[in-house]
């Protein structure tokens, strides 16, 4: 059982920045695919970015240019580095785990892929 803990979030205005931390325990941290999904009130859960086994990083077009992610597997830890924030970036942020095998990068746009969250970090821009 992995168990994960996002910190980092809060209130930024527009154009600022945050750093999400997720750290994982309870597992072996490399064997699993890390992604950041997202909710904002009212609507769905919604994929930001993962980073897979090997490395290979997938951004989805609304924050592509501006958020990055990073891992650590050493420490268990991944990162998502969020710059040029928008009003509309506001959601709880949430950490997962993905024990998932599949050669194709896309499988992991569905957080139905994933087996493990966190609780969630808040982040608010205002505008």
């Known amino acids: 059982q992995v168990q994960l803990v996002e910190s980092g979030g809060g209130l930024v205005q527009t154009g600022g920045s945050l750093r999400l931390s997720c750290a994982a325990s309870?597992?072996?941290?490399?064997?699993?695919?890390m992604g950041w999904f997202r909710q904002a009130p009212g609507k769905e859960r919604e994929f930001v970015t993962f980073v897979n086994r090997s490395g290979s990083l997938v951004y989805s077009e609304s924050v592509k240019g501006r958020f990055a992610i990073s891992r650590d597997n050493a420490k268990n830890t991944v990162w998502l580095q969020m710059n040029s924030l928008k009003p509309e970036d506001t959601a709880v942020y949430y950490c997962?785990?993905?024990?998932?095998?599949?050669?194709?990068?896309?499988?992991?746009?569905?957080?139905?892929?994933?087996?493990?969250w966190g609780q969630g970090t808040q982040v608010t821009v205002s505008s």
């Open positions: 309870g597992g072996t941290f490399s064997n699993y695919v």
């Open positions: 997962a785990a993905s024990r998932y095998l599949s050669a194709h990068l896309s499988a992991y746009i569905d957080y139905g892929k994933y087996d493990y």
